[in-house]
């Protein structure tokens, strides 16, 4: 409607209309097909130059059937007919004036409607947003609404860890089914999914039912920590069986090579179970020997891009836990600043996360092009304690120019393979 066509003179007034309106408000809900009849439709809703048959153009009084949900709002999409205006101003309401807009298909309230509730601000609202019925009219038209809300949740994941509220579980399906969803890492998404299963459904047959044939699936298994799946596989409330084809993938997955695993993804039917998230602890593959003395081989693979946004960045990258001689450490990237807040070179760091002190030798490689062959970077022996952190600010001996360059021979096909080996020491 167009700023100047202002008709609310018009609205609700007797000296401006011909005919009467009866809105009935019906206590069950309605099919929108009985809504009302063809016999019946307001000729708001009518093509203007379709001409009414000579009973329809009688009648003086029109009847409209509503639901209780949607009188209220059907009131507020006139006012918007003649006014380009809406009364309401709470998001739930203004998603009933929305439905009833579609379902009437006045396609101006519901961009104006979308427009104001685009982008969701808070968890309610992408719940709600989620929620709208999948069998609207115009239902391409109510899309980015939904893509947005979708999204909001994605990136949002730590509000949904501390929701008390109700998230259905088709939603919660579709938000654990994303690739991008932000999580710290897959052990901590499969903490949480097994922590809302039991709050949810108390009752133990329910809780596995829903757990395994609804749940499981979207956790992705290649990227959880081999202690996390000895967990899974132990627990008693998910049907061992039906994931031990789930976990034996996992582990034949971690141990192909990378240009193996491509084609184990491209062949696999679940291949969505092989797709990465976008993890704030970045995932690692973990080989550990017990003797002669106890070693832990780590590998961590580092994208250029994600070298890249260190330049800027005040934080590290983190890598998954690291599950070893009964301590957890971690291991972060980062960039070596000047005084005046420019990166310098490219740092790696062991950090211990356990309260306890512990010698450990750590000796860090780098694969290097064209043999692609590890090349020992970095070898020392500390005592480890509690967030204390060692490794080199310098790792590869070059600043950041010449490692961010394309000429950088450690970085194959834009990727930094890194492989950790820890010994413990007494």
């Known amino acids: 409607m167009a700023a100047e066509e202002d008709f609310s ?106 427009d104001v509730l685009s982008p969701p601000t808070t968890l309610e609202n992408a719940l709600l947003f989620l929620g709208l019925p999948t069998n609207m009219p115009m239902v391409d038209a109510v899309q980015p609404l939904i893509i947005a809300a979708k999204r ?86 998910i049907d061992c069986v039906g994931t031990l084809k789930l976990i034996l993938e996992a582990l034949l997955y971690n141990e192909e090579a990378p240009y193996r695993r491509n084609n184990h993804i491209a062949q696999e039917f679940h291949h969505e179970m092989f797709c990465e998230r976008s993890y704030i602890n970045k995932p690692i593959r973990i080989v550990k020997i017990d003797t002669p003395h106890k070693e832990c081989m780590v590998f961590w693979n580092i ?41 310098i070179s490219f740092g790696l760091c062991l950090q211990m996360a356990s309260k306890a002190e512990i010698n450990v030798e750590y000796i860090f490689s780098c694969r290097l092009n064209p043999s692609r062959n590890f090349v020992m970077r970095s070898r020392a022996t500390d005592k480890l304690y509690y967030m204390k952190m060692v490794g080199s600010p310098d790792l590869l001996g070059m600043n950041w120019s010449e490692f961010i360059s394309d000429k950088n ?18």
């Not at 009414?52 to 009188?71: M, P, Y």
């Not at 109700?166 to 998404?189: A, G, H, T």
């Open 303 to 343: 994208k250029k891009d994600e070298c890249l946004t260190l330049r800027d960045k005040p934080d590290s990258l983190a890598s998954q836990f690291i599950y070893f001689g009964d301590q957890l450490f971690l291991l972060k990237a980062f960039s070596t600043k000047n005084k005046e807040g420019f990166p």
């Open 9 to 114: 003179f018009a609205f609700d007034n007797m000296a401006f209309s011909d005919r009467l309106l009866r809105i009935e408000i019906m206590s069950e809900v309605i099919d929108d097909r009985q809504s009302f009849s063809p016999i019946s439709t307001p000729d708001i809703f009518k093509d203007p130059f379709q001409r009414s048959s000579d009973v329809e153009s009688k009648q003086r009084v029109i009847t409209l059937h509503l639901s209780c949900a949607e009188g209220e709002a059907f009131v507020d999409l006139l006012n918007f007919i003649y006014c380009g205006k809406l009364k309401t101003e709470t998001t739930a309401a203004m998603l009933d004036v929305l439905i009833v807009a579609n379902k009437f298909e006045v396609a101006s309230c519901v961009h104006h409607c979308i």
């Open 152 to 237: 909001f949740l994605v990136q949002n994941f730590r509000m949904i860890q501390d929701y008390e509220g109700e998230i259905p579980l088709p939603i919660l399906q579709e938000i654990l089914s994303s690739d991008e969803l932000q999580v710290r890492s897959e052990d901590i998404l499969c903490d949480f999914v097994m922590e809302w299963t039991r709050k949810h459904y108390p009752d133990e047959d329910e809780r596995k039912e829903v757990l395994n044939k609804k749940l499981i699936y979207t956790i992705r298994f290649p990227f959880l920590s081999k202690e996390k799946l000895k967990q899974i596989f132990s627990s008693n409330e």
């Open 409 to 426: 021979s450690y970085f194959i096909d834009n990727v930094l393979y890194l492989r950790i080996l820890l010994i413990l020491r007494t």
